[in-house]
């Protein structure tokens, strides 16, 4: 493996780790407040605030002129994240977390398969093959066990 794909790696692991944390926290938070909507709303919050201590430590200062020339879809990135918040909220404890992971992960992985695909919001193109298509059919299969499981 190249070393400098390393870190990258571990990062996501670790963030992906994150991801199973957040469903049960807003779960938890949803049932105080009595809705999922409430519980992404105050996770956003949170995270948002922990992002602008972190961004402003980093004396990181862009032009505001760069995000004129952005498209309009650039901006739905907290859309589907509030999205997925709520509904992660929501279903973790009726379907429970295993399921609610897996199932998401499949979700991701046909997304990101059509976006690789087309090549999509400026991605680089990478056709679906036969190996990618087995590598995906998989996952749906680890979905289907997870659940009956």
């Known amino acids: 493996m190249n070393p400098a794909m390393l870190l990258p790696i571990l990062l996501v692991l670790f963030a992906g780790g994150m991801i199973a944390l957040q469903a049960p ?54 859309l589907y994240g509030a999205t997925y918040v709520a509904v992660a909220a929501y279903a973790a404890p009726r379907i429970g977390l295993a399921s609610l992971i897996t199932i998401g992960i499949a979700g991701q992985i046909v997304v990101a398969m059509w976006i690789d695909h087309v090549g999509a919001l400026g991605l680089p193109r990478d056709p679906i093959s036969l190996v990618r298509l087995g590598g995906a059919l998989l996952v749906i299969v680890g979905v289907v066990l997870v659940r009956r499981g």
């Open 25 to 78: 926290t807003n779960a938890i938070l949803a049932r105080a407040g009595g809705s999922p909507v409430l519980a992404a709303l105050i996770s956003f919050a949170v995270g948002t605030i922990a992002l602008l201590v972190v961004w402003l430590a980093s004396g990181n200062r862009p032009e505001t002129s760069g995000f004129a020339r952005i498209p309009w879809y650039a901006w739905m990135g907290g």
